[in-house]
């Protein structure tokens, strides 16, 4: 595991987004995982600048998103294909038949989980998966106590989840209670992985599933057993691991 340190927010971004530009340029019809949540917006916009200077072409690329609402439709604000259209898809150059997030509006939650491992397994595997740090360690929407070997999957939300997320909604009632998620097994089978995590308050998540035992308690501690994680950071996420050498 690489552990990158930035400064802040923004060098954080601009360092995740070097490494996913560096993916598209190596190989222009990789798949990416990609993710949603606060903490990559700072790199989706960074790559949509560097796309309108055309230093960057998505034309061949094909996403695979990590999760989504149970529930929620695509035109619903806060479902998670809005989030992406709305901070990358509508903004470059990608064919929007190849941007996979699962579907939603499927109530059988087996069918929607079938039919998106079939995508996955389609596409011969993600090249690049982009993660978040959820709080208690979630990655996806695997709440802690996950099996390792899961694919996509539904999930109950935690109630640390639901209000971590509420900030979003209208209330805590509107926060679904459900999601379609990739499971960890399917997370970690991409080939590479790049983790961003930024401020104070994933400090001790983020030393606690990096440098701390792996433990379905804290799903994103398994990342420590997958050959090529990068790991960029910026000095507040990283003011518990002052003590560490890395
Ligand atoms: C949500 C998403 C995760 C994300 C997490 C952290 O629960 N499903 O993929 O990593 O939130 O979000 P944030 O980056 O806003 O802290």
């Known amino acids: 595991m690489k552990i990158i340190k930035a400064k802040d927010y923004y060098d954080m971004s601009r360092k995740a987004a070097n490494i996913i530009s560096a993916q598209i340029i190596m190989k222009p019809n990789c798949v990416l995982g990609l993710a949603t949540g606060s903490t990559p917006i700072g790199a989706y916009k960074q790559l949509v600048e560097w796309y309108n200077k055309g230093d960057l072409d998505f034309s061949e690329v094909t996403t695979v998103n990590l999760d989504e609402y149970k529930g929620l439709p695509r035109e619903d604000p806060q479902s998670y294909y809005y989030f992406m259209n709305d901070n990358l898809f509508s903004k470059v150059n990608i064919d929007t038949s190849r941007t996979f997030l ?87 089978s991409a080939h590479k992985i790049l983790v961003v995590v930024s401020g104070e308050d994933k400090a001790e998540i983020l030393r606690e599933a990096f440098f701390g035992p792996v433990t379905p308690q804290i799903p994103a501690s398994i990342l420590q057993l997958h050959p090529d994680v990068t790991v960029v950071a910026d000095q507040q996420a990283l003011s518990r691991c002052t003590d560490l050498e890395f």
């Open 102 to 188: 699962p579907d939603g509006m499927e109530a059988d939650s087996e069918t929607a989980c079938h039919k998106y491992n079939a995508i996955i397994h389609s596409l011969g595997g993600v090249d690049l998966q982009l993660l978040g740090l959820g709080h208690n360690g979630h990655i996806g929407f695997n709440e802690p106590g996950i099996a390792f070997e899961t694919e996509t999957h539904c999930v109950t939300l935690s109630e640390r989840t639901i209000k971590a997320n509420m900030r979003f909604f209208l209330s805590e009632e509107h926060v679904p209670r459900q999601a379609y998620t990739m499971g960890i097994k399917t997370i970690m």
